[in-house]
């Protein structure tokens, strides 16, 4: 084992601060990454909170990880020693139940270990993720990341940007389909930029006009104002597919209204209690509300790879490790656009 250095939370609601943790030392089939930069999702604030229940102390967020291969286990044939890659949400499952065999681990039928606060099967206890200096991860949970974006531009996309590719690629939008992104943050942002990049009709639907000009620059081709009930009226039974990604409850019958005749609603962003939904706005056109969480690997490899392309990243603020407390409060006040990242050379300092 090596110790290593980490940014912690001791109890709920309390804030982080330095603490010396373990990783295992490398396997057969292991990947062992120095951490350059991990980027800050709002899940890593609710599981500091305990705001879901079940959180375990100490918990050292962090699940957007990139970094440079340091060392590779004897059976990794994949990776080498100074390979750009990255870690998403989850570091292991089990790889045998139908989900884990058809690539989607994220729903692991005996439960993905998550990069923090899931099962530590090497160590014990609970697993710590990127708020660190070093990760030791299994290569079948390691990314390759295109060397040709920016890097520190890329942490967000292995959570912020594979929760809203994999709806999209599910849900077979394409070329010409009229695409509403519903919330414009960490999570709505990226929703633009692949669906503009799929070639789809982009629609930024918010309640704040004042972001009609960062929604287009993003590839929104237009806005809805959804307070306006004019606007709404004026766009009813049109939409192919909205991305839901505002995260925290609210109502949702205005949104189904715009759907046209089968087509879908899915949440990425509020796991909480929505508002109750009125049943005849689903059974007039015969609409869906579906959920979404996160992708499998071969998904979010094939994410990236798209990035890579495409030229897209996420829209990001640099902050240090020491400024971790002071960006929580910023995210809860959705004060950043669109996603912090930490440079994590400063756990160094």
């Not at 942002?189 to 799929?198: E, L, T, Y």
């Not at 998904?299 to 960006?327: K, P, R, S, W, Y």
Request: glycine share 10%.
């Amino acid at each position: 084992m090596s110790e290593v250095k980490a940014y912690a939370a001791h109890a709920e609601k309390e804030n982080l601060k330095p603490l010396d943790i373990e990783r295992r030392n490398v396997k057969a089939t292991d990947v062992e990454i120095d951490i350059l930069y991990c980027g800050v999702c709002h899940s890593d604030i609710h599981t500091v909170n305990d705001d879901w229940g079940g959180a375990k102390y100490p918990v050292v967020p962090g699940h957007e990880i990139v970094g440079r291969v340091l060392n590779v286990g004897d059976k990794v044939k994949n990776f080498k020693e100074g390979d750009l890659v990255g870690v998403g949400c989850m570091v292991d499952s089990c790889q045998t139940c139908d989900s884990c065999k058809e690539g989607l681990e994220q729903y692991c039928e005996n439960g993905a270990i998550m990069t923090y606060d899931g099962k530590d099967e090497h160590l014990g206890g609970h697993t710590f993720g990127g708020y660190s200096e070093k990760i030791v991860v299994d290569k079948e949970f390691v990314l390759s990341i295109p060397e040709n974006i920016d890097i520190k531009a890329t942490a967000p996309l292995l959570c912020a940007g594979i929760t809203t590719w994999s709806p999209l690629q599910h849900w077979n939008v394409k070329k010409g389909d009229k695409v509403g992104v519903i919330g414009l943050g960490g999570l709505g942002h990226m929703g633009v930029k692949f669906a503009s990049a799929m070639g789809a009709h982009v629609v930024m639907i918010t309640t704040s006009p004042s972001k009609s000009d960062d929604a287009k620059s993003l590839g929104a081709d237009s806005v809805l104002i959804s307070k306006d009930e004019k606007q709404m009226e004026e766009h009813a039974n049109s939409f192919d597919f909205l991305l839901n990604t505002v995260p925290v409850g609210h109502d949702t019958n205005p949104y189904i209204a715009l759907l046209k005749r089968d087509a879908t609603m899915v949440m990425v962003g509020a796991i909480e209690p929505l508002d109750p939904i009125h049943g005849g706005g689903l059974i007039i056109g015969r609409k869906s509300v579906a959920g979404s969480v996160i992708g499998g690997i071969k998904e979010t490899q094939e994410m990236l790879d798209f990035c890579g392309e495409h030229n897209i990243t996420c829209d990001v603020e640099m902050i240090d490790i020491q400024n971790i407390n002071d960006a929580y409060e910023r995210v809860v006040n959705s004060d950043v656009k669109y996603r912090f990242v930490i440079d994590m050379k400063s756990l160094k300092n």
